[in-house]
């Protein structure tokens, strides 16, 4: 675990909805000292009531601390950043739990907080937003990407601890808009398709019966139309380009489908299936190669080249450990020859 | 319960996969004489070391039954249906559990079956196909759609009763046309978007990534990509012309969704997800008004209209008894204010 000089590490949540909420909830159940923070009175005492330390501003929340994760609205997080950074230390680590990474990631840069600030997304949430839907096990075992910057490896190397060893995270390192566009399509697009589902089946004058006879694949399909309608809107917004580029890439799989409906062609429908159930397969039963690997602290290129690579092949970190000026990396990684 | 003269219900399911080996299986179950058959020689001994009545041969299956449930492939029913028509008396129930039923519900008629044939479809299944995925208690509490002929109503009564009394599910009553076109949209459109998603994931070079950063809203749209593809084949051209015409309906609404955000109209887009998320309100919240509505036997007209108007209306039937030349009711009906 990544200490302070006396043993215990001082972090604080600023938003705590649900993921935000979440996050606070597993560290002060872990046993570690943290503080949140919330614009929203009635979470700040919601919080208080669930027994986890509270203050009343942003300020108190963030001081000496030694690492300070920034939930709440999309948009919101570029000034809580400001807000956060300027309210504590250059050792303080930030990195902050949003559904789009590339624009944060540049903000950082034009401030210069590269070196403390890691762009983070916990592949996890619920249809339900809030606090009270907040869960301290959210995290367990999810994908969570960390965006390493060039200068901020030592800060990556940190948190990747943190989330390994207290959330039993998988650790996804990821450039930043490499993570924008895979999310486009693996949480971005299927939350339109939602929308267009559920939506046609409202509007539809049989909407009544298409309700009562919803099988399995209807009601899998909508899930997340259920979703705050806004919260949707700020991720869909805050990713447009990548996610209107990844849903040209999905209807143009669903023309194919829909042209081999059309023309009568089983086979060639049958083939686009069995197409679509490799994604499928490949996502419920993936093997993992493991590998312990380590890097001299010091050689940053290196480092982060590997970083990168592992995350876009699929794999992700279990565990960082910094000894004697050598990084060690626990990575699993998805078999290459995956057709 | 529909009881024979010496007190048991002798019943037959042909085709025992998924579906007819879950109805074989609840109907074993519930100590009812059934007898199975399947033309796989396999899946009979499979039947058979779940100790259930299994015949080599079809005839010898359906011989002197008072009801047989018809599975098996899709495009397999219309030449099983005339096989059983065929190898049972005139008083012999027939019905089957294909994912279609304007097309069967026409052939039937050419055939003069109307009368002892009700096409039939439970809204239920899984992902896995064959007897060994099958599950006893699949349709309880799940909508089962049954068809009713001008002349079928007698047959429709006693299949009702079985259906509510032995599988505890929701008869839904509806023109088999009318339930083509719902179960488009409730379905079948459905599986062509969890292909579309799960296809274009394959092909993307950011393959190996997406998958590991496939957050709920993907498992959940993709599930039914994993379906065995000759099923979904089956299933999507028997329903062709009505499954295409409700893709337009979805990828209108899709459009929608794009244009709103292409064009950064947050508002618009908001909107959106609020007409989907009233979908979705009404899928997991829907209260039903319930009552008991009789008709005297014989006036078929009067009682298929509203038959047919209570499963338009997202109705179902929970019992059904006939007493003394008057068949009685337990329907739930949606309150019809619904926005």
């Not at 956060?84 to 624009?103: F, H, I, P, Q, R």
Request: aromatic residues 4%.
């Amino acid at each position: 675990m990544v200490l302070t000089a006396d043993g215990r590490l001082r972090v604080a949540v600023v938003g705590t909805g649900l993921i935000g909420g979440s996050v606070l909830l597993r560290l002060h159940a872990c046993g570690l000292d943290v503080t949140g923070w919330d614009p929203d009175e009635q979470t700040r005492r919601q919080a208080r009531l669930a027994g986890v330390p509270t203050a009343e501003r942003l300020v108190d929340a963030v001081a000496d601390r030694d690492v300070v994760f920034l939930g709440g609205p999309l948009p919101t997080l570029p000034a809580t950043l400001v807000e956060v950074a300027t309210a504590t230390g250059e050792e303080c680590l930030l990195t902050d739990v949003g559904s789009t990474k590339a624009a944060l990631a540049a903000f950082a840069a034009q401030r210069g907080l590269t070196r403390r600030f890691v762009p983070g997304h916990p592949m996890a949430g619920a249809d339900r937003a809030g606090l009270a839907a907040a869960l301290p096990d959210l995290f367990a075992g999810a994908s969570w990407v960390l965006c390493p910057a060039p200068d901020g490896l030592a800060a990556f190397r940190r948190l990747a601890t943190l989330l390994t060893e207290v959330f039993a995270a998988r650790v996804v390192p990821m450039a930043a808009d490499r993570h924008d566009a895979v999310v486009a399509l693996a949480s971005h697009v299927p939350h339109l398709l939602a929308g267009a589902l559920a939506g046609a089946a409202q509007r539809s004058p049989l909407s009544d019966a298409v309700l009562t006879l919803a099988a399995g694949s209807f009601r899998d399909g909508t899930r997340v139309a259920g979703t705050p309608p806004q919260r949707t809107v700020n991720m869909l917004r805050g990713n447009r380009d990548e996610v209107l580029a990844a849903l040209t890439e999905v209807t143009a799989f669903l023309d194919e489908l829909a042209g081999a409906l059309r023309s009568g062609d089983g086979d060639r429908l049958a083939d686009r299936y069995v197409e679509a159930g490799a994604a499928r397969a490949a996502l419920v039963g993936r093997p993992y190669d493991q590998q312990v690997r380590s890097f001299p602290v010091g050689e940053e290129r290196a480092e982060l080249d590997w970083l990168c690579g592992l995350g876009a092949a699929g794999g992700h970190l279990s565990a960082c450990q910094v000894r004697g000026g050598t990084v060690y990396y626990t990575a699993h990684r998805p078999p290459t020859a995956r057709a």
